[in-house]
């Protein structure tokens, strides 16, 4: 079975200031991790994603995220936030192939940047 | 990238019509395209998995019957939402997976359609 879980409905940063979005994950074997970004009354754009490979990941718009294979986290990261930042994230994951190959999305969380 | 798009963007429907939704990939053939909905300030549930030439299959919960899934083509799957109620309304996504089979990776999203039934 595959879960993902974002601990944080809402996270509040500065503009300038770095951010972080949390996101752990649960599978039976190997994960692949994604990151989307909702603006409002909009579908899902991607983000970046995490297959294989280093560990660090780096995405679209500034956005990376490090997979920690020993905390099962893959949290969203990027040095500088700006207002246009302002969105709802959602981490996703799926088992590695054999498994389900439709990923389970996070519950989702607001990021706002305050000006 | 690969491009999915939705129409229309929003629809107002009165109770007990039905409601077509299209959902197109334009730029690649998606044997397989997802349908998700998607209630304010939460996350997608997935209503059922869309695959070109053959019936979809539904999650659970999902009333198969209410909710008429077409994969018609190998870039066009529609979704009817049949006798519409004010409960219907909400926010649908679909999603077309990349090409490649099961070891594909990222989904493409549409942009959505708002359904507001009165």
């Known amino acids: 079975a595959q879960s993902v879980a974002q601990p944080e409905d809402q996270v509040n940063v500065a503009e300038g200031n770095p951010l972080t979005v949390k996101c752990t994950y649960s599978?039976?074997?190997?994960?692949?991790l994604f990151w989307y970004v909702q603006y409002p009354n909009r579908g899902l754009q991607f983000l970046l994603k995490?297959?294989?490979?280093?560990?660090l990941v780096k995405g679209s718009y500034g956005f990376e995220a490090e997979f920690n294979k020993s905390q099962t986290s893959f949290h969203l990261k990027k040095p500088s936030a700006l207002v246009s930042d302002s969105a709802l994230y959602f981490c996703?994951?799926?088992?590695?192939?054999?498994?389900?190959?439709?990923?389970?999305f996070g519950r989702g969380t607001s990021l706002i940047v305050h000006p | 990238g690969a491009v999915v798009s939705q129409h229309p963007s929003w629809v107002i429907c009165k109770s007990g019509t039905s409601v077509k939704i299209e959902c197109r990939s334009l730029?690649?053939?998606?044997?397989?395209m997802f349908w998700y909905r998607q209630f304010p300030k939460q996350s997608l549930m997935l209503m059922a998995t869309?695959?070109?030439?053959?019936?979809?299959?539904?999650e659970q919960g999902v009333e198969k019957d209410k909710f008429l899934i077409n994969h018609a083509s190998l870039t066009l799957s529609t979704l009817t939402v049949t006798s519409a109620h004010p409960e219907d309304s909400s926010f649908y996504i679909c999603?077309?997976?990349?090409?490649?089979?099961?070891?594909?990776?990222?989904?493409?999203f549409g942009p959505g359609t708002r359904l507001t039934v009165t």
């Open positions: 996703a994951v799926r088992d590695s192939p054999g498994g389900s190959y439709i990923p389970t």
């Open positions: 599978v039976s074997g190997n994960p692949y």
């Open positions: 730029d690649f053939q998606a044997t397989t």
């Open positions: 995490y297959i294989t490979g280093d560990n």
């Open positions: 999603s077309a997976r990349e090409p490649g089979g099961e070891g594909s990776y990222e989904q493409y």
């Open positions: 869309s695959n070109e030439g053959s019936k979809a299959t539904y």
